[in-house]
């Protein structure tokens, strides 16, 4: 209700009428009315005991003692639905209201009315109620609304530094740590520490509605769905994750109250110190917080370090075994070589998910594959220079298994067995390259000539192919089995040339090509 009482002290006292608006929290045209109203009815302070600011009302605006339970009210649920549509104002609603009375004969709320009982009404809906909390359950957690700052040494550059905050509810027991970003790494990375700095984990994880918490595409405003390495975080710390709503500070009222702590007795204590690295920050965070936890309370006994370590520590659920390792998510197709890429290396998966979509969890050290919620495949994760392959045998066609079980040693010993000239392409074309394996597909190709073909007609075939070039390649030994003539294949397949010798050089013309005298005449 308006303050009539103090307006007209005011009023007395010669105070103007902007500083009576803002001091008595109404509008300058609200004061301008209580003084034209006042002077008309010779109405001066002081007033009487018994004039309260209802009986003021009274005095003021006569018509204002009408009974608004004779007017007919507003449908304040449809008001609110309706005031969520873009375009949609109080003033159209307040129209489309009188209509409607016109139309059923009732008696309506002029406007100034209408706003009000609309306000009263969402005041209501508004209502908060204190929820106790019980040790050990709740944390709450946060990036706070400032930056700390980081030095650059050599160049003086100044570069933001992000403060993570996490708070027990029933202690306010509160962790504080400063990172570079607030990307996916920071945000988990700093739960991790979390944990371990509190020395437990508490049932329900209170998380601010960030990108890095909820996976906004598939959320809304009732159900907000967990960022997937988020979620795979709680799994592994056995919590539970409720976010925040959007722009709702009551879902976390213990954390947004420690941020404002932390931002005066931390973040502000250090703001005359520079420091010149992410590491040199956080050590002086860490005093600050040692601090700021055993600071007592001013209306209660004890102090958050104190209240911690008696009551709530107890009923932590304790650690884990092993700290969970960040992971980090991405969707790949499976190749036609039944591999999928990941930051250049290549990984195998079974080849019958060729062309489908899969999942994929990356960590420091492991790749694991997924498709559709079920892991098919699992890799140490490669390191060194790109291009790498990991590959499981059993993930390979049958065909390519067979392939994969000949090295360079059992090409050798077959080519041996087909004869000196099939021996002495395998081992040039095996030492033609920088490594033996990429020899490999060119050797199971001279293979294939063999199945198709003969043994015989190979063997004549690379003696040919001997007195053309020292080392033969794939390519030009089936264009001879094309080219050659069934009496050529019959020439080099006689006893007597089985035991010529092979020319090392490939081919080579005598001096008398030249004008010269041929000794080996």
Same mark, same amino acid.
């Given at each position: 209700?308006?303050?009539?009482?103090?307006?007209?002290?005011?009023?007395?006292? *010669?105070?103007?009428?902007?500083?009576?608006?803002?001091?008595? &929290?109404?509008?300058?045209?609200?004061?301008?009315?209580?003084?034209?109203?006042?002077?008309?009815?010779?109405?001066?302070?002081?007033?009487?005991?018994?004039?309260?600011?209802?009986?003021?009302?009274?005095?003021?605006?006569?018509?204002?003692?009408?009974?608004?339970?004779?007017?007919?009210?507003?449908?304040?649920?449809?008001?609110?639905?309706?005031?969520?549509?873009? #375009?949609?104002?109080?003033?159209?609603?307040?129209?489309?209201?009188?209509?409607?009375?016109?139309?059923?004969?009732?008696?309506?709320?002029?406007?100034?009315?209408?706003?009000? +009982?609309?306000?009263?009404?969402?005041?209501?809906?508004?209502?908060?109620?204190?929820?106790?909390?019980?040790?050990?359950?709740?944390?709450?957690?946060?990036?706070? #609304?400032?930056?700390?700052?980081?030095?650059?040494? &050599?160049?003086?550059?100044?570069?933001?530094?992000?403060?993570?905050?996490?708070?027990?509810?029933?202690?306010?027991?509160?962790?504080?740590?400063?990172?570079?970003?607030?990307?996916?790494?920071?945000?988990?990375?700093? +739960?991790?520490?979390?944990?371990?700095?509190?020395? *437990?984990?508490?049932?329900?994880?209170?998380?601010?509605?960030?990108?890095?918490?909820?996976?906004?595409?598939?959320?809304?405003?009732?159900?907000?769905?967990?960022?997937?390495?988020?979620?795979?975080?709680?799994?592994?710390?056995?919590?539970?994750?409720?976010?925040?709503?959007?722009?709702?500070?009551?879902?976390?009222?213990?954390?947004?109250?420690?941020?404002?702590?932390?931002?005066?007795?931390?973040?502000?204590?250090?703001?005359?110190?520079?420091?010149?690295?992410?590491?040199?920050?956080?050590?002086?965070?860490?005093?600050?917080?040692?601090?700021?936890?055993?600071?007592?309370?001013?209306?209660?006994?004890?102090?958050?370090?104190?209240?911690?370590?008696?009551?709530?520590?107890?009923?932590?659920?304790?650690?884990?075994?092993?700290?969970?390792?960040?992971?980090?998510?991405?969707?790949?197709?499976?190749?036609?070589?039944?591999?999928?890429?990941?930051?250049?290396?290549?990984?195998?998966?079974?080849?019958?998910?060729?062309? &489908?979509?899969?999942?994929?969890?990356?960590?420091?050290?492991?790749?694991?594959?997924?498709?559709?919620?079920?892991?098919?495949?699992?890799?140490?994760?490669?390191? *060194?220079?790109?291009?790498?392959?990991?590959?499981?045998?059993?993930?390979?066609?049958?065909?390519?298994?067979?392939?994969?079980?000949?090295?360079?040693?059992?090409?050798?010993?077959?080519?041996?067995?087909?004869?000196?000239?099939?021996?002495?392409?395998?081992?040039?074309?095996?030492?033609? #390259?920088?490594?033996?394996?990429?020899?490999?597909?060119?050797?199971? *190709?001279?293979?294939?000539?063999?199945?198709?073909?003969?043994?015989?007609?190979?063997?004549?075939?690379?003696?040919?192919?001997?007195?053309?070039?020292?080392?033969?390649?794939?390519?030009?030994?089936?264009?001879?089995?094309?080219?050659?003539?069934?009496?050529?294949?019959?020439?080099?397949?006689?006893?007597?040339?089985?035991?010529?010798?092979?020319?090392?050089?490939?081919?080579?013309?005598?001096?008398?090509?030249? #004008?010269?005298?041929? +000794?080996?005449?």
């Amino acid at each position: 209700m308006t303050k009539y009482r103090e307006i007209l002290r005011l009023l007395s006292l *010669g105070i103007s009428e902007r500083k009576i608006a803002e001091s008595c &929290d109404v509008s300058r045209n609200t004061v301008s009315r209580i003084r034209k109203r006042s002077d008309a009815i010779s109405l001066k302070w002081p007033l009487e005991a018994s004039l309260t600011d209802k009986v003021l009302e009274t005095m003021l605006y006569p018509k204002g003692t009408v009974d608004t339970s004779e007017k007919r009210m507003p449908d304040f649920e449809y008001i609110r639905r309706e005031l969520l549509k873009n #375009g949609v104002t109080k003033k159209l609603l307040w129209t489309e209201y009188l209509e409607d009375c016109r139309r059923s004969g009732d008696n309506p709320l002029m406007y100034s009315q209408f706003c009000f +009982h609309i306000q009263q009404n969402e005041q209501k809906r508004r209502a908060t109620m204190h929820i106790p909390r019980k040790p050990g359950e709740q944390i709450e957690v946060d990036w706070a #609304g400032d930056p700390a700052h980081i030095v650059d040494p &050599d160049t003086g550059e100044i570069t933001d530094a992000w403060i993570f905050v996490g708070v027990l509810t029933y202690s306010q027991y509160a962790y504080v740590e400063a990172f570079i970003n607030e990307r996916t790494q920071a945000w988990i990375t700093a +739960h991790i520490h979390m944990y371990e700095f509190f020395g *437990g984990v508490s049932r329900i994880l209170i998380s601010d509605n960030c990108a890095t918490a909820v996976d906004r595409k598939q959320s809304d405003w009732y159900t907000p769905k967990l960022n997937q390495t988020y979620h795979e975080m709680a799994e592994h710390y056995n919590t539970a994750v409720i976010p925040a709503r959007v722009r709702r500070p009551r879902d976390k009222p213990v954390t947004e109250g420690s941020v404002g702590n932390i931002s005066t007795w931390i973040t502000a204590a250090l703001r005359n110190e520079q420091f010149f690295s992410l590491s040199e920050l956080n050590l002086a965070i860490r005093e600050k917080l040692r601090n700021f936890n055993a600071k007592p309370f001013q209306k209660k006994e004890g102090s958050r370090s104190s209240i911690f370590l008696g009551e709530e520590k107890p009923l932590l659920t304790p650690l884990p075994a092993t700290r969970y390792e960040l992971s980090n998510w991405k969707k790949a197709t499976v190749q036609f070589n039944y591999h999928i890429a990941v930051d250049k290396m290549y990984y195998s998966v079974p080849y019958q998910y060729i062309k &489908d979509e899969v999942d994929v969890r990356m960590t420091d050290h492991v790749i694991e594959v997924f498709y559709k919620h079920e892991r098919i495949a699992s890799h140490k994760r490669l390191q *060194g220079r790109p291009g790498q392959y990991s590959t499981v045998k059993e993930h390979m066609p049958a065909d390519h298994q067979k392939y994969l079980e000949w090295d360079g040693d059992r090409f050798r010993r077959w080519a041996k067995e087909i004869g000196p000239n099939a021996s002495i392409v395998i081992d040039r074309m095996l030492t033609s #390259g920088r490594i033996e394996q990429q020899s490999y597909r060119a050797c199971m *190709g001279i293979m294939k000539l063999a199945e198709k073909h003969s043994r015989a007609k190979l063997e004549a075939v690379c003696s040919k192919a001997l007195t053309y070039s020292s080392a033969p390649s794939y390519k030009s030994i089936k264009n001879l089995f094309a080219t050659m003539k069934p009496e050529e294949f019959a020439a080099l397949t006689s006893p007597a040339m089985a035991n010529a010798r092979v020319n090392p050089h490939g081919l080579t013309r005598g001096a008398r090509y030249y #004008g010269g005298v041929d +000794h080996a005449e």
